[in-house]
């Protein structure tokens, strides 16, 4: 059952209101001023507010305000005698759902709750995915050298620094950039990210920095880069010690005048991007090989993570472990399974040349083929 709240300080105006509601099945509870339903918001998890926006004490707009500051999820919509464009105009600005002038017309006023319930659906749901997707990315580990990559992390993502992130493959470099992303001003919008290892040097250009219609056989339409779909967000460039030397001559004009330029095009166009870069090569010898611009490992480089191999932090493989079992076992729905301590000291041992990509695809092999408790001879075989 939806959950409302009126706010408004005519005692026959809440009375009235909330005989509509109830009548559709909603439970509603009520408050005479702004204090009184500022108090009760952050108290209580409502899905719809409606509130007055001339009240003693607190205002709506106010209330509004303070809600939205409190990052509740609860959808207002404002109701008030002063039905006059400027009030409907602030109230939008503040984040209110929808405005209704005194005395409301029923029809569009059912309407208008049901519509702001399955908001504040959809905003609830988005948080719970938010929280999931965190989770998916959270990086495990207590040993000194992943402490030191988290310490660092934490000290970057609120900053709009660009970081390279260097380090073995299979050992958590895109999850080292989600994490800043995602704890950075830029986390409400898109992380684009680029394999630059996995596309064609003659198709890279196209893909960083769109193209036109007609730049090149093929180029039936108009296409919008990476560069351009993370406006406002974070660009990823995974892998970028594969990238192409033209193509690292027009990164760095981008990074230099956050301008870009489409294949085949003569438009300038401005992007506001954050740039996190990764690689598994050692760019200092790629630059002396001349593979690699210098002076664009330095624009890349004000912040340097290196995230160590899982040799290097074997510490880490029994709280892996257990993430990974119990992130497999609701991805298929099953019982969380155990590693006996023999098991588990077996895989200490192992080398993991393939990191912790290795690890994880080696606890899903052992969840697939063995029993509730996966024993010394199951990772001996299965390993």
């Not at 033209?246 to 330029?261: G, M």
């Not at 095009?265 to 990764?278: F, M, Q, S």
Request: aromatic letters at 4%; glycine letters at 6%; a negative charge.
């Amino acid at each position: 059952m939806a959950k409302l709240i009126i706010v408004d300080d005519e005692k026959p105006i809440r009375a009235a209101l909330r005989d509509i509601l109830e009548y559709e099945g909603y439970d509603v509870d009520e408050a005479k001023d702004g204090e009184e339903g500022l108090e009760m918001i952050m108290r209580t998890g409502y899905d719809v507010a409606l509130c007055d926006i001339r009240m003693p004490k607190l205002n709506g707009l106010e209330l509004l305000q303070k809600a939205s500051e409190a990052s509740r999820s609860t959808q207002f919509v404002m109701i008030s005698a002063y039905g006059n464009v400027e009030n409907a105009v602030e109230a939008t600005k503040r984040g209110a759902f929808d405005f209704i002038t005194k005395p409301p017309d029923l029809n569009r006023l059912l309407i208008t709750v049901r519509n702001a319930i399955e908001r504040a659906k959809l905003v609830q749901e988005t948080k719970t995915l938010k929280k999931r997707i965190y989770k998916l990315n959270e990086i495990v580990g207590e040993s000194e050298p992943i402490r030191k990559v988290k310490d660092t992390i934490n000290r970057v993502a609120a900053t709009e620094a660009r970081v390279l992130i260097t380090g073995p493959n299979g050992s958590g470099k895109e999850m080292v950039a989600k994490q800043i992303h995602e704890k950075g001003s830029r986390a409400s919008m898109s992380l684009v990210e680029v394999n630059c290892a996995a596309i064609p040097s003659e198709l890279i250009e196209s893909e960083l920095f769109g193209h036109e219609k007609g730049a090149f056989t093929g180029a039936a339409a108009r296409r919008v880069g990476k560069f351009e779909q993370a406006d406002g967000g974070t660009l990823f460039l995974d892998e970028i010690g594969d990238m192409s030397l033209s193509a690292q001559a027009k990164v760095l004009r981008a990074l230099q005048e956050n301008k870009i330029t489409r294949v085949g095009g003569d438009k300038e166009i401005k992007v506001n991007v954050r740039v996190i870069a990764a690689t598994n090569k050692d760019l200092r010898q790629e630059i002396i090989n001349g593979n690699f611009r210098e002076d664009l490992f330095h624009r890349l480089s004000v912040i340097m993570i290196h995230v160590p191999p899982l040799a290097e932090r074997r510490a880490d493989i029994a709280l892996l472990s257990d993430k990974f079992l119990q992130d497999i076992a609701t991805e298929y729905g099953s019982p969380v399974k155990e590693l006996t301590p023999d098991a588990l000291a077996y895989l200490q041992s192992l080398p993991w040349t393939g990191n912790v990509r290795e690890l994880r695809n080696v606890i899903e092999r052992l969840v697939i083929m063995c029993g509730d408790e996966i024993s010394l001879d199951d990772v001996k075989l299965y390993a």
